[in-house]
């Protein structure tokens, strides 16, 4: 039933564009699931990664179905996937004990469009929401989202400027260089490298949708990284157009890993946990650099009139903002901890895994979610829709 | 036969197109509807048509992808048809095998086949450059060339089967009569059966070229995300810009381009007959 | 003697045909030593030949449950569409006016319109009628595109049976009912069959509706393999092609066997008048 209502409400709002905020938050559990099967990881630490991610159930209704809030309950939404039920023993408990409340995960996947339809109809049955930027903005100027209550939530444990009024942030990821060390003549150092053919040749993948490949473009085009935005996106299509010829395309994270598998790129733009794990399993040939990355974050998101009251719904993000929540996550699937007193946790061996740490994101751009929200001034579209739009046709051109 | 007797068969007719009707039909119209309504009432989402040269180049491409499609479709059915015609039984038997083979084949497991050959690490690739008749890998998949050759083979039996069924209606006597006479082989080949051959010729044209419009899954595998076609842009439109005005233009123009291209062949073939229903 | 004209024409043209129809069937040949690769990528056996691909499609829940998923949706799909398109044919068929001949025509609608229009059409009712992702909703979408297939095979049989067969049975007190059951079902039998086989095909093939129609409570063959070409080409899918290429070759040698058994009965049996 969720599932239904989660595609007519997509409908109802298209307006309502996730901006591809849910793929990064879905390729987690994807990326998670596979080490699980390969035995990389142990079931808890599984489970546990997705409980801080805020993916997974903790004590999910059976079927998927929409889990209904009752007195004494939260209902935390996220993308779902597989090992659903043992997430409650590792994130539920903590703070079931700490509130005393019963911690309900439903695993549908907390679409823009669905939060939307649930505040306008008055039947809202989710507390804490996991969303990307885009999407945040979107729902806050549509009114539906409460602001984060920065008197319970510590702003100090978010990494900036990812505490929006109506959201902040879980995890964060990265769009970043990577390369196959054994195909390339030295390490590119950035996207001016990866432009450049004929000291690099061979073929490059880049993301098929554009948010953060324009930022990307504009600095291979060597704009400067406090520059890039406003975005403009003509001078980021032709800047693309340049190496479209050598450039094949991915849609999912399992596509952008395995493009670099069969040897068919040299060099790509993948999120980092992607290029992490290509970094494994090739014992280090396949390797990236942050210079130039592009960072963003998963966002939590508390509707209006949410059933366990604004109290409980800040209460747990708060608990979520535990560093050592954030570590286990980023052990198991490299996702950066979002409060930035994790970073100094993370084990000197693993820090160039995470896009968090203080000398990484020194060489990294922000991403600005504001400006793919704004009005373009064309056709009544967002940024976000045209550069869409200018991104494909250029691909195909 | 009396009235009732007729009710009664009539009720037979009545669930399947009810069904048509209310589950099929319905849902079709809504989308029409919905090209002049969404987001507001009116002929906005058409005059993008005009309007937006990304849509003049889907469409070019389409029509251009679409037209090559045919041309080598029907010129290779022909060839295999005409051999099919040619030679024995037995050998007759196996040609029709092969292309019965294709015909029945899931469409997906013959796009993955031509991903894994045309690929750059993929063996036509590796084994062309092994025995060293080329030293770069060729780009044959991701782009238009891959796509016309999975559509090529997709269409192939669509062409081979009517120009086939056409030809075993001609009468052979008519071709060695003319060869009596001192025409050419060649010249017999282009005066008397060629002209008597066309009726099959049209229907694989509409064939092809009727289902090359809309194909879906081979541009959408094979294209990579490189070549854009009309139906690939719709999909595009309503899953990731959710655009649901501007995907239910493009299909309703997409619709109005196959029926046209069949209300001009309609002309010079029993459509019916093309499509196996007589 | 004949012409070297003719000669050099007539290798020209087969030599053209083969080379087509080697084109054809190319794809398929390449799949089967693939898939018994000893590799976790997609190559030829490099050192020996393996069946852990075929192995793991039997021991993987996904493609179990996938394979699983369209024989339900496929046979549910058969039998409705069959059902309904004989009865619809034979009404079609007996009536023979103009108003039943547009209404056959109309049944035929499906086969001219795009997938992706018809995708596009059913997800957006499918919404409202609260049937996105389900069983009924996907059998109902494969019963309405396999229709026309079965009224078509239907009509072909039809069409080669003598009217006064049924009027006779009427004359003899037979309702409508029986008249059907008894005279005209089983003198269509071959017709509905191959229509049957048509819907099957139809149905276990399809993926542009199930990409829209479906999520994640039904996960058909189609879709797996479709989320393994994008995703990860791995020779699992290649065991899973080889598998439906065997299947396919096996139908079709059946047919072939039953035509020329059919076929030589049929000579015998003349044979036996004269």
Not at chain 1, 153 to 167: E, M, N, S, T
Not at chain 1, 189 to 212: H, I, S
Not at chain 1, 295 to 306: E, I, Q, S
Not at chain 2, 31 to 36: F, G, H
Request: glycine fraction near 6%; aromatic fraction near 10%.
């Amino acid at each position: 039933m969720s599932l239904l209502k989660t595609h007519y409400e997509k409908d109802l709002y298209p307006e309502i564009e996730e901006a591809g905020d849910s793929d990064f938050a879905r390729d987690c559990v994807e990326i998670a699931a596979e080490r699980l099967e390969k035995g990389e990881i142990s079931r808890r630490t599984f489970v546990t990664a997705l409980t801080a991610l805020g993916m997974l159930p903790a004590a999910m209704t059976l079927g998927g179905g929409d889990a209904a809030a009752d007195d004494g309950e939260i209902v935390v939404v996220n993308w779902g996937g597989p090992a659903v039920n043992a997430y409650y023993n590792a994130f539920g408990v903590p703070f079931e004990k700490s509130s005393g409340l019963k911690v309900v995960i439903d695993g549908t996947g907390p679409l823009g469009s669905k939060i939307r339809a649930m505040v306008e109809s008055g039947a809202v049955t989710w507390d804490v929401c996991d969303t990307g930027p885009g999407t945040t903005l979107v729902l806050q100027k549509a009114g539906v989202l409460q602001d984060i209550d920065y008197s319970i939530v510590d702003r100090a444990k978010i990494l900036k400027p990812f505490d929006y009024v109506a959201g902040c942030a879980n995890y964060t990821f990265s769009y970043i260089l990577a390369y196959n060390s054994e195909r390339v003549p030295q390490a590119p150092k950035g996207w001016a490298d990866f432009w450049n053919l004929e000291a690099f040749p061979g073929d490059r993948t880049l993301r098929k949708q554009p948010v953060g490949m324009m930022e990307i473009c504009l600095m291979a085009a060597g704009v400067p990284k406090e520059e890039i935005y406003p975005i403009d996106i003509d001078k980021a299509v032709a800047k693309l157009k340049e190496i479209k010829d050598n450039v094949i395309v991915w849609g999912s994270g399992s596509q952008s890993q395995e493009l670099f598998r069969s040897g068919e790129v040299v060099m790509g733009a993948l999120w980092h946990t992607r290029a992490n794990l290509l970094h494994k399993e090739s014992d280090g040939k396949t390797t990236w650099t942050w210079n130039e990355g592009v960072v963003t974050a998963g966002m939590w998101n508390v509707p209006k009139d949410n059933p366990a009251g604004t109290k409980a719904a800040m209460d747990f993000i708060a608990s979520a903002q535990d560093p050592a929540q954030q570590i286990v996550l980023f052990e198991a699937m490299g996702n950066g901890p979002a409060n930035p007193a994790a970073a100094k946790l993370v084990p000197p061996d693993q820090q160039y895994i995470d896009p968090g740490q203080p000398q990484n994101l020194a060489l990294q751009v922000f991403q600005n979610a504001d400006w793919y929200e704004a009005d373009s001034g064309v056709r009544g579209l967002t940024n976000d829709a045209l550069s869409r739009e200018k991104w494909i046709d250029a691909l195909s051109s | 036969m009396n009235a009732a007797l007729r009710l009664r068969y009539w009720a037979l007719i009545a669930p399947a197109i009810l069904l048509l009707l209310i589950f099929y039909i319905f849902p079709l119209v809504q989308v029409l509807w919905l090209s002049v309504t969404e987001p507001v009432f009116g002929l906005d989402n058409y005059a993008e048509l005009w309007d937006r040269p990304l849509l003049h180049r889907i469409w070019w491409t389409t029509f251009r992808i679409c037209a090559i499609t045919t041309a080598i479709t029907v010129v290779a059915g022909y060839a295999v048809a005409y051999a099919m015609r040619l030679v024995g039984e037995q050998q007759r038997t196996w040609m029709l095998f092969c292309v019965l083979l294709t015909f029945w084949l899931s469409v997906l497991v013959r796009a993955f086949a031509w991903v894994m050959l045309l690929r750059t690490e993929g063996m036509i690739n590796v084994g062309l450059q092994e025995i060293g008749l080329i030293t770069q890998p060729m780009r044959l998949v991701r782009n238009e060339i891959g796509v016309i050759i999975g559509m090529v083979h997709f269409m192939l039996p669509l062409a081979v089967l009517p120009i086939y069924s056409n030809m075993t209606g001609i009468n052979m006597r008519l071709m060695s009569a003319a060869r009596g006479l001192g025409a050419s082989p060649i010249r017999t080949f282009w005066s008397i059966y060629l002209p008597l051959s066309k009726p099959g010729i049209i229907a694989a044209v509409i064939l092809v070229f009727v289902f090359s419009l809309g194909f879906f899954i081979t541009p959408a595998i094979l294209g990579g995300g490189r070549v854009m076609m009309i139906s690939e842009y719709i999909r595009v439109s309503f899953e990731e810009t959710l655009r649901w005005g501007q995907a239910t233009m493009l299909a309703s123009t997409l619709l109005f381009a196959v029926l046209l291209t069949l209300a001009v062949f309609a002309r010079f073939v029993d459509l019916k007959k093309v499509f196996g229903a007589r | 003697m004949k012409d070297p004209r003719v000669i050099y024409g007539r290798c020209f043209v087969l030599g053209l045909a083969w080379t087509v129809l080697a084109f054809m069937v190319l794809p398929m040949v390449i799949v089967i030593p693939v898939s018994l690769t000893d590799q976790y990528y997609l190559s030829l056996p490099q050192e020996e030949i393996s069946f852990q691909h075929y192995v793991a499609f039997f021991e993987k829940e996904i493609w179990l449950e996938a394979t699983l998923d369209s024989v339900i949706v496929a046979t549910a799909a058969t039998f409705f569409s069959v059902i309904l398109g004989t009865l619809c044919t034979i009404g079609c068929w007996r009536l023979a006016t103009s108003w039943s001949e547009a209404a056959r025509t109309f049944l035929l609608v499906p086969i001219i319109v795009p997938t992706i229009v018809q995708a596009l059409a059913l997800y957006r009712f499918w919404i409202d009628l609260d049937i996105i992702d389900t069983y009924i909703g996907t059998i109902l979408a494969h019963t309405l595109v396999a229709m026309p297939y079965v009224v078509i095979t239907v009509s072909a049989s039809l069409a080669n049976f003598d009217v006064r067969l049924e009027q006779a049975a009427r004359n003899l007190g037979a309702s409508t009912l029986q008249t059907i059951r008894m005279v005209i079902l089983p003198s269509i039998r071959p017709g509905m069959l191959s229509g049957a086989l048509f819907a099957f095909t139809i149905s276990f093939d399809e993926i542009v509706m199930v990409l829209f129609i479906t999520s994640r409570n039904v996960y058909t063959l189609p879709k797996r393999i479709w989320d393994g070409i994008q995703d990860h080409l791995d020779p699992t899918i290649a065991s899973v092609a080889t598998l439906l290429i065997a299947i396919t070759l096996a139908l079709l040698l059946t047919d072939l066997w039953v035509r020329q058994r059919r076929k030589s009965r049929l000579a015998s049996g003349t044979t036996n008048e004269t």
